[in-house]
């Protein structure tokens, strides 16, 4: 039989046949959900990636009760080292916004517009995000932060008067980085000279020192806090490796924030099982209906023998069915899957640009249909091996 | 010419406590050119003989030869075109596939025919329904359709092929007196042509029409009428 006759026969088969609509609706909802859940998996592996390959607070060891003179800076993987006091320190604006200055040396960053630590004498100079964030500590990604969301390039040049306990200083933005490669998610870091955090440091000593003193108690104990030693690594992934290589010399080393990798690995196979289970629950639900669809097609079957159709050619038609099932169900899968983007996207008002992108995972749409052809193909299967033998024997049952 | 010849075909249904006897011991020798009337009462089993000359269904023990050819040493496959080319069956419900348009219907037996692999098989099925006085019916559906209509477009379904074996299981069965005239006429017509046309009946008024009458009861042939 020539094919545009198996086409045509397929296709009378799937859309007048009722049950094709729970098929379709079944599909498209496993396949939304596999789209689902391999999004999220992916949208989630950037925000980790990211914060653990680009963070630079994931990319730091700190190594206890040590002398303050020692130089670990030297060693393997290490990019830089300062004292746990000496790297970051929250300072307020003159309007009282809250910034976290970290301090790197001049040659640390990259800039994406404007000019490096090294390229200028200035003494208070300060490198911000692309975009940043000027007010209190942002809580979540709400149109109150997107208010208060500025364009690095308007400030760029510009000057902020910074405050910290006993300390004040006139601040200029000099260059911008990009968040997403250093502080992953964080809009409100500026870098600066390390020298700068240590003034910081010395003034809020004073300050503690005479609040001390003003107290009337035994101030002996405030001291510059030696004894913690910071370490910024090169590459994330030699964290652990690094880690032992301080520990077999006798220091005592935690890493300053973590993503324990079991934690991912867990996370990992539970989006495995969703969507194994997401699989298995619709082969299941749909090995049921093309029990019954076949059923339903009995009787047409029963017609096309006595007009010396053979089974091969009622198989054929079969497949030829779920295949069309297939690409209408994902077509319309595909469709919802933008609608759903476009509105989720609407209702959060997530600036791509700035916040968490959502990623589409479009492999997820080629999986799918694969798998929604798989699926068919093996419920049509089993279905017609189960009836097979019997068309015959049912004809003679059935009254015609 | 011999069509159908069958040769002791008994045919039993096990049931849990009884087994029915539907064919007992029948021989007996179909030609074309003839009209065979098959009668008897609701049970006797005409239609289990008919689907068995049909190939739709097997005897228990017995032969059935289709132009000389025994039936039970042919595969699967020969089966299928000899259904497909030999044998055109029309049934008591007509039986036609109500997601199809009534030319379609009738497309059906041609499309795996390979003789019409270069013909117009929509023209083709058109005429079919045209000649049976289907004119202005083509484009409608089964259901949209009166009972004399559908099995007119099942008759036109059956003869697609142009077999030269016409099995009828109750044909007029669910048709009123005219429609009943018209189906028998075109049934005799057929005969005319050369064909073997079976038609299973319980109206005596289609003896009229037949070469021989055949009374079955309880799975047995008690006469031949002329
Ligand atoms: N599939 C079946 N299973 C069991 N008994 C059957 C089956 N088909 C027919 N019979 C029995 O065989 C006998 C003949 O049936 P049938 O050929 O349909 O008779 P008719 O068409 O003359 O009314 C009846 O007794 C009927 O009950
Ligand atoms: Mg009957």
Redesign the pocket.
């Known amino acids: 039989m020539e094919f545009k006759y198996y086409l045509f026969l397929a296709k009378k088969s799937f859309f007048n046949k009722k049950i094709n609509i729970i098929n379709t609706l079944l599909l498209i909802i496993s396949t939304i959900m596999i789209v689902f859940v391999l999004s999220f998996y992916k949208t989630f592996n950037s925000i980790i990636d990211n914060s653990l390959n680009n963070d630079i607070n994931h990319r730091i060891l700190l190594v206890h009760n040590v002398d303050n003179n020692l130089d670990l800076s030297k060693m393997d993987n290490v990019s830089f080292q300062t004292s746990f006091d000496h790297f970051s320190k929250y300072v307020n604006t003159e309007n009282n916004d809250s910034l976290v200055l970290i301090g790197v040396p001049d040659n640390y960053l990259e800039v994406n517009f404007g000019q490096n630590l090294f390229e200028v004498e200035d003494k208070n100079v300060m490198i911000c995000p692309t975009r940043f964030y000027l007010g209190k500590d942002p809580e979540k990604f709400d149109q109150d932060f997107l208010d208060r969301l500025h364009n690095g390039k308007d400030y760029i040049n510009k000057s902020f008067v910074l405050q910290s306990d006993n300390y004040e200083e006139n601040y200029k933005i000099i260059g911008l980085y990009d968040v997403n490669k250093y502080t992953y998610g964080e809009y409100h870091n500026c870098f600066t000279r390390q020298s700068n955090i240590i003034d910081i440091a010395n003034a809020e000593l004073e300050y503690m020192k005479q609040e001390c003193n003003d107290d009337e108690q035994n101030c002996d104990n405030i001291t510059s806090s030696g004894g913690t030693a910071l370490l910024v690594l090169k590459d994330v992934n030699r964290i652990d490796e690094t880690k032992r290589l301080l520990q077999q010399q006798g220091y005592v080393v935690t890493p300053k924030a973590s993503i324990v990798k079991t934690e991912i690995n867990f996370f990992i196979i539970i989006v495995a099982v969703m969507i194994v289970g997401v699989i298995i629950m619709t082969f299941t639900i749909m090995f049921i209906y093309n029990k019954k669809s076949m059923q339903y097609n009995k009787k047409n079957n029963l017609i096309y023998k006595a007009l010396g159709y053979n089974d091969n050619i009622l198989i054929r038609i079969n497949y030829l069915e779920s295949i069309i099932l297939s690409i209408v169900s994902s077509i319309i899968s595909i469709i919802v899957c933008c609608i759903i983007y476009v509105a989720l996207n609407h209702i959060f008002a997530v600036d791509i640009e700035i916040a968490n992108p959502i990623y589409v995972s479009y492999f997820s749409f080629i999986l799918s249909f694969v798998i929604s052809l798989i699926i068919s193909f093996l419920s049509i299967y089993f279905a017609i091996n189960k009836n097979n033998n019997s068309i015959i024997e049912d004809f ?2 059935e009254e015609i | 010419m011999v069509a159908l010849r069958v040769k002791n075909i008994r045919k039993y ?1 096990y ?1 849990k406590n009884e087994t ?1 006897t ?1 064919l007992d011991d029948i021989s007996y020798n179909f030609e074309y050119g003839k009209m065979y009337v098959i009668m ?1 009462h ?8 008919v689907q068995c000359l049909g190939t739709l269904d097997k005897p228990t023990s017995g032969q059935i030869f289709i132009d000389g050819e025994d039936v039970a040493k042919m595969s699967s496959w020969e089966i299928n075109e000899i259904r497909n080319l030999k044998i055109g069956f029309i049934f008591q419900n007509y039986n036609l596939n109500n997601t199809m348009k009534a030319y379609e219907n009738v497309m059906l037996p041609m499309l795996i025919n390979k003789k019409y692999r270069k013909l117009d098989i929509q023209k083709q099925a058109c005429k079919l329904l045209r000649d049976i006085g289907l004119n202005d019916r083509l484009n409608h559906y089964p259901k949209q359709l009166s009972g004399g209509e559908q099995q007119r477009v099942a008759i036109a379904r059956a003869i697609a092929n142009d077999p030269k074996i016409i099995l009828a299981d109750e044909p007029t069965g669910n048709l009123d007196e005219e429609n009943e005239l018209f189906i028998l006429k075109k049934l005799r017509d057929m005969t005319n042509e050369g064909k073997c046309v079976i038609i ?1 009946s319980h109206n005596s008024n289609i003896k009229e029409y037949a070469d021989v009458v055949i009374n ?1 009861k309880k ?1 047995k042939f008690i006469d031949y009428g002329i």
């Open positions: 003679a049952d | 249904y049931l029915i539907a008897g609701s049970g006797s089993g005409k239609s289990t003989l299973v079955m799975g």
